[in-house]
């Protein structure tokens, strides 16, 4: 069975600084993504940065980039020059294998960015 | 970008009552959706899947006949939780799927939360 690990319940950064959230899986498949998405206490879901697993390079999408290391089943979302606004909840998530198009969610980490 | 609506926003009702919940893309279409069921706190708990014009396949645990799951058009699915109580309480949030480059890509709806006295 698939699993997604986030063992940070909370986080604490101070502004502009940089910041990484861990999130581990667990899949005997190849072919599978990887996916983080913020929640804001406002309820909903935003799309930060897709892995897939046979992608060579790590995703970057503006602030956001994905630590992706294969060999360890490790997909650590790293937050640079962390803004007030990035204060939410952090979920990482896997599709794929006997999941097919399935999103499978971790616990989730909270994050606060501190003035 | 991808847009997925949900009405209505919130929601409070007797116990007893039935609400339904609505889930639209507003601008693609999409031949599956989810639902999903979030407590204060807690990670989404998947809860169905639903695909267009076929029976909605349920998560183990998940009850098919409380909560009906109704994917009408490539636009709108409809989650109708029946004879709610108290512990049906949650936020829901439905999600479409989009095929985007190599991957399909699960646009999330703003999610509805339900009060029920």
């Known amino acids: 069975a698939q699993k997604i690990t986030q063992t940070q319940p909370g986080m604490f950064v101070q502004e502009k600084e940089a910041v990484t959230l861990d999130c581990t899986y667990d899949t005997s498949d190849q072919s599978y993504g990887l996916f983080w998405y913020k929640q804001p206490s406002s309820g909903e879901m935003i799309f930060l940065i897709y892995q897939g697993s046979y992608d060579e390079q790590n995703a970057t999408e503006g602030r956001y980039s994905l630590n992706f290391q294969k060999a360890r089943k490790s997909a650590n979302l790293v937050i640079s020059a962390s803004q007030l606004g990035d204060s939410a909840m952090y979920f990482c998530?896997?599709?794929?294998?006997?999941?097919?198009?399935?999103?499978?969610f971790g616990a989730g980490t909270i994050l606060r960015v501190k003035s | 970008g991808a847009v997925v609506s949900q009405h209505p926003s919130w929601v409070i009702c007797k116990s007893g009552t039935s609400v339904k919940i609505e889930c639209r893309s507003l601008?693609?279409?999409?031949?599956?959706m989810f639902w999903y069921r979030q407590f204060p706190k807690q990670s989404l708990m998947l809860m169905a899947t639903?695909?267009?014009?076929?029976?909605?396949?349920?998560e183990q645990g998940v009850e098919k006949d409380k909560f009906l799951i109704n994917h009408a058009s490539l636009t709108l699915s409809t989650l109708t939780v029946t004879s709610a109580h108290p512990e049906d309480s949650s936020f829901y949030i439905c999600?479409?799927?989009?095929?985007?480059?190599?991957?399909?890509?699960?646009?999330f709806g703003p999610g509805t939360r339900l009060t029920v006295l």
């Open positions: 998530a896997m599709r794929g294998g006997l999941y097919g198009n399935k999103l499978v």
């Open positions: 601008d693609f279409q999409a031949t599956t």
């Open positions: 639903s695909n267009e014009g076929s029976k909605a396949t349920y």
């Open positions: 999600s479409a799927e989009r095929d985007i480059s190599s991957y399909n890509e699960q646009f």
